[in-house]
């Protein structure tokens, strides 16, 4: 089945811009999806019935409106638009009626109900015996000092990150402490590495703050280090964003030998590392960060959000030492300091252990439900860690990943597929992102994937291109 965009067309305006109005409705609709090639200039010219000018303009006009990006020598290409990036759950977070959407499209640990009971617990006690300061202190801006000593060396002991407490500031989660440390050092226009399938929050992040951002390729370890040196070396980025442990959305996690290489490569280059370490509680303890192995250039960012429950937005952010004069004033103008209520609760869960417990709960979790899934999409190709929030599943050679989202949509189930995660406007790889954490009953994650594996079984619907 052909796209004719001559049934989006209308005669209210220019030809020109009735064309890029007409690729607009096309791409929104679906039957343009991110990552396909436009006809050439004079193919679709001539299936117009129009000039090549005319199509020249048009797609001028649908670049400047976001809708697709043109290379020299490669063509033109659709976009990726930003609310598509976003999954449906993020996009519209309420229930459908009596039949709720199987969730497995966010990021979202497991959270028995244990973790609710140990949450109100703790409000109790905080009610009996808590100090003033935790609803009355705003100063000061890196946060309580007691929350700060306790927190520094748990990251020592249980992260591996040494540091002392003036290097550590307390923020409102991960996502935060990223764009504080990024904040710090990076300024608008300037350019930043990353994986080349990266969280898409960090792509939100350039855009928000005006950076530039190029991925670099990675294997199954992440990120790889002579193609992040031979970046560095073209590109001469400011500063170079990693997630070496359980990298969103692949599960790709360094191992010692790749994170004391990618360290050396970017204290070579003497460029700064900003490292969002949120999932380091996924992995048995052991892992040094590579913020660790250089100190001196690397920003550290962990929060506690993965392993205990999704609303404890607390984040902690390592600061290399010199440079928090230049963060603190951004985290006053953000949040002036992070809601010390919340690290009383996490503070406490410290240092009772609640949080290593919750944590060794969440891997349990986890790899229970990494098993199911492996039994469930028996023969079909995943990559994942085994106690990873995420599975990494390749489609059959029919299957692209946008039709298959749509029509699981239509089946009760949310997924997501690689678009959010790419940094390059390139053709998406043939894969989606299962997450295994957010529906609390495992039985209904087990439905849902029984419902996912039996869609893959059968044949897509006729695939809606343009022929050239």
Same mark, same amino acid.
């Given at each position: ?28 609709? %679906?039957?343009?999806? #991110?990552?396909?090639? @436009?006809?050439? =200039? !004079?193919?679709? /010219?001539?299936?117009?019935?129009? &000039? ?83 609803? %009355?202190?705003?100063? #000061?801006?890196?946060? @309580?000092?007691? =929350? !700060?000593?306790? /927190?520094?060396?748990?990251?020592? &002991? ?311």
């Amino acid at each position: 089945m052909t796209i004719d965009l001559t049934h989006y067309l209308d005669d209210a305006h220019p030809k020109y811009l009735a064309i890029a109005r007409a690729l607009s409705r096309a791409v929104r609709s %679906g039957e343009l999806t #991110p990552g396909t090639r @436009l006809p050439p =200039h !004079r193919m679709l /010219a001539e299936q117009l019935s129009v &000039s090549v000018q005319t199509v020249s303009r048009a797609y001028a006009q649908a670049e400047k409106m976001g809708l697709v990006r043109s290379r020299v020598g490669s063509g033109t290409w659709v976009n990726v638009l930003d609310e598509s990036r976003e999954s449906a759950y993020l996009r519209n977070g309420e229930p459908r009626g009596e039949d709720p959407l199987i969730d497995m499209s966010i990021a979202h640990p497991v959270c028995p109900p244990d973790h609710y009971k140990r949450f109100r617990h703790t409000l109790k006690q905080i009610a009996d015996d808590g100090h003033p300061d935790i609803i %009355g202190a705003s100063r #000061p801006i890196a946060g @309580l000092e007691h =929350h !700060r000593e306790r /927190a520094s060396a748990w990251l020592t &002991s249980q992260l591996c990150m040494p540091g002392d407490i003036e290097d550590r500031i307390l923020c409102n989660g991960a996502a935060h402490g990223l764009m504080l440390a990024i904040s710090s050092v990076v300024q608008h226009g300037d350019l930043v590495l990353t994986e080349a399938l990266t969280d898409h929050g960090l792509i939100a992040l350039s855009r928000t703050l005006g950076f530039q951002l190029r991925g670099v390729p990675v294997d199954e370890l992440g990120v790889m280090p002579d193609a992040l040196d031979a970046a560095c070396h073209r590109f001469k980025p400011r500063a170079v964003c990693l997630t070496p442990t359980q990298l969103n959305p692949t599960g790709a996690t360094m191992d010692d030998t790749r994170r004391d290489e990618v360290a050396a490569v970017l204290e070579r280059h003497g460029v700064w590392l900003i490292e969002d370490d949120v999932h380091a509680l996924l992995e048995s303890p052991g892992l040094m960060p590579i913020s660790a192995r250089i100190p001196h250039q690397g920003f550290h960012v962990t929060s506690l959000t993965k392993v205990t429950v999704p609303g404890l937005r607390t984040g902690y952010v390592t600061v290399p030492r010199g440079q928090l004069h230049h963060t603190l004033p951004r985290l006053r103008a953000t949040s002036w300091m992070a809601p010390p209520l919340m690290f009383e609760i996490a503070d406490r869960w410290i240092e009772d252990g609640t949080v290593n417990e919750m944590a060794l709960t969440q891997r349990e979790l986890l790899a229970e439900r990494q098993r199911l899934a492996a039994e469930v999409l028996t023969g079909h190709l995943l990559e994942s860690r085994p106690t990873s929030l995420h599975v990494w599943l390749s489609l059959p050679n029919a299957w692209r990943a946008e039709e298959l989202q749509q029509l699981a949509e239509q089946e009760g189930l949310a997924i997501t597929t690689a678009s959010p995660f790419m940094v390059e406007q390139t053709p998406p790889p043939r894969r989606i992102r299962l997450s295994l954490g957010a529906e609390p009953d495992i039985q209904r994650l087990r439905s849902g994937l029984e419902q996912l594996a039996a869609l893959l079984e059968d044949s897509p619907p006729p695939m809606m291109q343009i022929v050239y």
